[in-house]
């Protein structure tokens, strides 16, 4: 879950671990590379996630010792 740091509610002057709140969730997103689901909820900015294989695969010297592979 993406949420704010600061406590486990939504709401942002509830700090630590309030009682009898409810968590409002605004958007639900798929990181399928990852396999999971993950709830936005208040006013919380994400980064964004990672391809299944990274660039560095691609990445390698020739036989001249010149780089290669990079985008």
């Known amino acids: 879950m993406a949420k704010t740091p600061y406590s486990f509610s939504t709401d942002p002057s509830l700090l630590g671990a309030p009682t009898d709140y409810s968590i409002h969730v605004r958007a639900v997103r798929l990181s ?8 936005l909820t208040g006013d ?4 964004p ?3 299944r294989h ?3 695969e ?14």
């Open 54 to 56: 990274p660039a560095a």
């Open 44 to 47: 919380i900015m994400v980064m």
């Open 58 to 71: 691609t990445i390698g010297l020739d036989e001249n010792g010149q780089v290669e592979g990079l985008f």
């Open 32 to 39: 399928a590379g990852a396999g999971f689901i993950v709830a």
């Open 49 to 51: 996630g990672l391809p």
